[in-house]
Nanobody, 115 residues
Framework: QVQLVESGGGLVQSGGSLRLSCVASGNIFRISTMGWYRQAPGKQRELVADITSGGSTNYADSVKGRFTISRDNAKNTVYLQMNSLKPEDSAVYSC?????????WGQGTQVTVSS
């Protein structure tokens, strides 16, 4: 069984930075694609960024150049460095692990960007 625990959310002013972390239990982290998703009130959940087991990354157009996803397989941890934050980045950010048979989700962490 895989469990994902996010941390690092909070309240930040526009233009500020936050770094989110997601620690995974189990032994499939290093072979799995990891992703960060977000969902704002009244909106659908959207992919923010993901990173394959080989380190290839993919970003939503809205965060390119501002956010960076990375992973540390030794620590079973994926990170999302968020810079130049905007009020429209406010959402619950959730970590996702894509395994062969199913996806796993963390509980989410709130990010609020004030203008």
């Amino acid at each position: 069984q895989v469990q994902l625990v996010e941390s690092g959310g909070g309240l930040v002013q526009s233009g500020g930075s936050l770094r989110l972390s997601c620690v995974a239990s189990g032994n499939i982290f290093r072979i799995s694609t990891m992703g960060w998703y977000r969902q704002a009130p009244g909106k659908q959940r959207e992919l923010v960024a993901d990173i394959t087991s080989g380190g290839s990354t993919n970003y939503a157009d809205s965060v390119k150049g501002r956010f960076t996803i990375s992973r540390d397989n030794a620590k079973n941890t994926v990170y999302l460095q968020m810079n130049s934050l905007k009020p429209e980045d406010s959402a619950v950010y959730s970590c996702n692990l894509r395994a062969v048979l199913r996806n796993y989700w963390g509980q989410g962490t709130q990010v609020t960007v004030s203008s």
